[in-house]
């Protein structure tokens, strides 16, 4: 009983900071948005953008892996 419940809290924080995370990266469309509105950003903060996507993208990587990892766990035990 005491498993499950680490387990379930565990999953649910994991939930929530998978949520997080994909509301935190940016939208696919934002070049063209910006190419369309005539707004242009230099080449660094490009390049800043790109690194800063990378690592959220990697972040939701790992914990939706948890998450699935904790969602099979949940239902074995």
């Known amino acids: 009983m005491t498993l499950q419940l680490i387990l379930t809290i565990l999953q649910v924080l994991s939930g ?3 949520t997080i995370i994909v509301l935190m ?3 696919k469309s934002a070049g063209l ?4 509105s ?3 950003e230099t080449y660094l903060s490009q390049g800043k953008a790109k690194t800063t996507d990378q ?3 990697s972040m939701t990587k790992w914990f ?3 998450f699935v990892i904790l969602t099979l766990s949940l239902h074995f035990v």
């Open 16 to 18: 929530i900071v998978v």
């Open 25 to 27: 990266q940016s939208g």
């Open 33 to 36: 948005s910006s190419a369309i």
């Open 38 to 40: 005539g707004s242009s």
């Open 55 to 57: 690592k959220l993208a």
């Open 64 to 66: 939706a892996l948890a």
